[in-house]
């Protein structure tokens, strides 16, 4: 166990309200700062994910004095978040409202959500840590270092996720200081102590007895919300390098993947 119910740090919860709230879909910022070459704005705080963690940025549309701007890109530019949006760019100090892709973002969540259930049942069976991941809305990839992979381990590892799915595990984002997290075990397995140490407290996904690990993506708050999981692939990638494709499935058992 950590230290639970660490707030997060003000000035995070002030611009990044991703990190401190998943499920917040709109919000009024000021724009700060506008890149009228790179077509990309930056603004007082923002709902929009960058992209990072294998976790692709989130989709959606400002609406600015002068109309409604898509948004097509986000991503962190040394700190910062920057939106690449399509139309005219407003001017700073203009007063916008955002509003991300919901549906997508969600899905996102799902995913993203699956794959720490994923990680977690591999290290509880297995003891084997993950090395690598990417997913995209309802469609994920984790690399073990396995020497080896059946078919068969792929049944079980789809049967185990279930079950912890359904166990309806509780999600916290923690925010632990870096002297709690560096000499935590799970924060150790995870390679924590790689992230630098200037971040300090580190955020942390904790699925409530069963994973847990430094983070800067976006999860639901129970497995339950998940749904279902299907193991679709096992794949080697060399010696010691075994890939498992999930996708994520609606609770009725149809698939929403299109
Ligand atoms: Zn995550």
């Given at each position: 166990?950590g230290v639970?119910?660490n707030?997060?740090p003000?000035?995070?919860?002030?611009?990044?309200?991703?990190?401190?709230?998943?499920y917040?879909?709109e919000?009024?910022?000021?724009?700060?700062?506008?890149?009228?070459e790179?077509?990309r704005?930056?603004l007082s705080?923002t709902?929009?994910?960058?992209?990072?963690?294998?976790?692709?940025?989130?989709?959606?549309?400002?609406?600015?004095?002068?109309?409604?701007l898509?948004?097509t890109?986000?991503k962190r530019?040394?700190g910062?978040?920057?939106?690449t949006v399509?139309?005219?760019?407003?001017?700073a100090?203009?007063?916008?409202?955002?509003e991300?892709?919901w549906?997508?973002?969600?899905?996102?969540?799902?995913?993203?959500?699956?794959?720490?259930?994923?990680c977690?049942?591999?290290?509880a069976?297995?003891s084997i840590?993950?090395?690598?991941?990417?997913?995209?809305p309802?469609k994920g990839?984790l690399?073990?270092?396995?020497p080896?992979?059946?078919a068969?381990?792929?049944?079980?590892v789809e049967?185990?996720i279930?079950?912890e799915?359904?166990?309806a595990h509780?999600?916290?984002?923690?925010?632990l200081?870096?002297?709690?997290?560096?000499?935590?075990?799970a924060m150790?397995?995870?390679?924590?102590n790689?992230?630098?140490?200037?971040?300090?407290?580190l955020?942390?996904?904790?699925i409530?007895g069963l994973?847990?690990?430094a983070?800067?993506?976006?999860?639901?708050l129970?497995t339950?919300e998940?749904?279902g999981?299907r193991?679709?692939?096992t794949?080697?990638?060399?010696?010691?390098?075994?890939?498992?494709?999930i996708?994520v499935?609606?609770?009725?058992?149809e698939?929403?993947?299109?």
């Amino acid at each position: 166990m950590g230290v639970p119910g660490n707030t997060p740090p003000a000035e995070l919860a002030a611009t990044d309200l991703f990190a401190v709230d998943a499920y917040r879909t709109e919000f009024d910022a000021t724009v700060e700062e506008v890149d009228r070459e790179g077509s990309r704005i930056r603004l007082s705080r923002t709902a929009f994910y960058p992209v990072g963690g294998g976790q692709p940025w989130d989709l959606g549309s400002i609406s600015t004095p002068a109309g409604t701007l898509a948004v097509t890109a986000v991503k962190r530019d040394r700190g910062p978040v920057w939106h690449t949006v399509e139309g005219e760019l407003p001017d700073a100090g203009q007063e916008v409202h955002g509003e991300i892709d919901w549906d997508r973002r969600h899905r996102l969540m799902r995913t993203h959500t699956a794959l720490h259930v994923l990680c977690g049942v591999i290290w509880a069976d297995y003891s084997i840590p993950v090395t690598g991941g990417n997913m995209e809305p309802m469609k994920g990839r984790l690399d073990f270092p396995f020497p080896s992979m059946s078919a068969d381990l792929g049944a079980a590892v789809e049967r185990r996720i279930n079950e912890e799915i359904e166990k309806a595990h509780e999600i916290v984002v923690d925010f632990l200081p870096r002297s709690v997290a560096d000499a935590d075990p799970a924060m150790i397995r995870t390679a924590a102590n790689l992230i630098p140490q200037e971040i300090d407290p580190l955020r942390v996904i904790d699925i409530v007895g069963l994973d847990r690990q430094a983070d800067g993506g976006t999860h639901v708050l129970s497995t339950a919300e998940v749904g279902g999981v299907r193991v679709v692939g096992t794949e080697s990638k060399g010696k010691d390098n075994k890939r498992i494709r999930i996708e994520v499935v609606d609770p009725e058992g149809e698939s929403t993947n299109e």
